[in-house]
């Protein structure tokens, strides 16, 4: 069974004394994990991580809308030149966030826009950071999706038509330890969307799965993930790897 980690922040300093979190996701069967980028400061710990296992950590750049701030188009500077200068997997995490601060909402859009554009040019796919703001993000992507732009809605959290917007634009969903939480109406609104167009992710270090909420998440408890989305689907949790692996790699590597 080969798993797939689509979003994990593996350089976070909560691991910065855990030299083996990657070979417990990889002895869960978590043979890849990608890794998005938040902005400048992040990029050389997440490329030792890639530099040290080529073959699980894979790296994204981008500027994390929240961290979009006065110096934002220096940030847009330095992911563009990195992005000449090196392979990523992917553009991420770009978006937008309008949860925590709407101070930036302006310059957030801009990034996003500029973002999605190197995306393009790259042939890269884009990791949609989509806080409070998910109409606004499928309505950015709508205008920019020229039959090339793909990717993914990292920890899909909007209803039922958001969803079915964002599977129509040929973009997966990224479903999460949230889909375990008791309250939680993603294993609702999942069974609206087909399995084909699901990504696993955990968003470690944060959102841990039950049995685990409310500790330190981490990309070994991607099982536990595929394990509820099985249930939702009435599928063997094998089944959900085998799908969810596959649209994994149609995204970051078709």
């Not at 699980?56 to 006065?70: F, S, T």
């Not at 999605?116 to 920019?144: F, G, M, W, Y």
């Not at 500790?215 to 599928?235: C, M």
Request: hydrophobic share 40%; charged share 20%.
């Amino acid at each position: 069974m080969i798993l797939i980690d689509t979003h994990t922040h593996l350089y976070d300093e909560q691991f910065l004394t855990d030299d083996e979190q990657i070979d417990r996701a990889v002895a869960a069967g978590v043979e890849r994990m990608y890794m998005p980028n938040c902005d400048s400061s992040t990029i050389l710990p997440m490329l030792q991580l890639a530099d040290k296992y080529p073959q699980q950590c894979m790296p994204m750049m981008g500027l994390h809308p929240c961290y979009v701030k006065d110096d934002y188009m220096n940030e847009l500077s330095v992911v563009s030149q990195w992005l000449n200068d090196r392979k990523f997997s992917a553009v991420g995490e770009v978006g937008l966030d309008y949860y925590w601060d709407m101070t930036w909402k302006d310059q957030q859009i801009e990034a996003f826009e500029y973002q999605i554009d190197l995306a393009l040019q790259h042939q890269l796919p884009i990791v949609i950071h989509s806080r409070e703001s998910t109409p606004d993000c499928i309505n950015i992507v709508e205008r920019k999706q020229n039959g090339r732009l793909k990717g993914i809605f990292h920890c899909f959290s909007g209803n039922v038509d958001e969803a079915m917007a964002i599977t129509n634009l040929g973009f997966c969903l990224g479903i999460g330890g949230v889909v375990t939480y008791k309250k939680s109406l993603l294993p609702e609104i999942l069974k609206s969307v087909s399995i084909d167009s699901i990504v696993l992710e955990t968003d470690a270090p944060y959102l841990a799965p039950v049995p685990y909420r409310g500790k330190r998440n981490e990309s070994s408890y991607i099982p536990i993930i595929a394990a509820k989305v099985a249930e939702v689907y009435g599928l063997s949790i094998h089944d959900v790897a085998n799908v969810t692996t596959a649209n994994a790699i149609r995204v970051f590597e078709e």
